[in-house]
């Protein structure tokens, strides 16, 4: 899976202001999993286990998207500090694996 190939996908239901795709660690251990970072709309955050739904639904009916099980709502996704614009994917996997 790529970043730039599944956040559009992702970024197309209207709920979702911004998404980001890293590898976590599973609590159970081994290596990264393919994972979607979500950054819902705020007066969508509500409806989080709906949404939740329609993304696995929208997930599967894409080739570059198929197979990725795990989503996580986050409040706001962190930026790279040198680039306003860019999210800091290593922060977002430091943070989630845990």
């Given at each position: 899976?790529?970043p730039?190939?599944?956040?559009?996908?992702?970024?197309t239901h209207?709920?979702?202001?911004r998404?980001?795709?890293?590898?976590?660690r599973p609590a159970?251990?081994?290596g990264?999993a393919?994972?979607m970072?979500?950054?819902?709309r705020?007066?969508?955050r509500?409806?989080?286990h709906?949404i939740?739904s329609?993304?696995?639904e929208l997930?599967?009916r894409?080739?570059?998207?198929?197979g990725?099980?795990?989503?996580v709502?986050?409040?706001?996704?962190?930026?790279?500090?040198r680039?306003?614009?860019?999210?800091d994917?290593?922060?977002?996997?430091a943070?989630y694996s845990?």
């Open positions: 899976h790529f730039l190939c599944c956040e559009p996908v992702i970024n209207p709920e979702v202001e998404s980001a795709l890293v590898g976590l159970s251990g081994g990264p393919p994972a970072c979500i950054q819902l705020p007066e969508a509500d409806r989080s709906q939740l329609e993304l696995k997930a599967d894409h080739d570059a998207t198929r990725i099980d795990r989503f709502f986050v409040d706001l996704l962190p930026v790279d500090k680039h306003n614009a860019k999210i994917r290593p922060a977002l996997a943070e845990k």
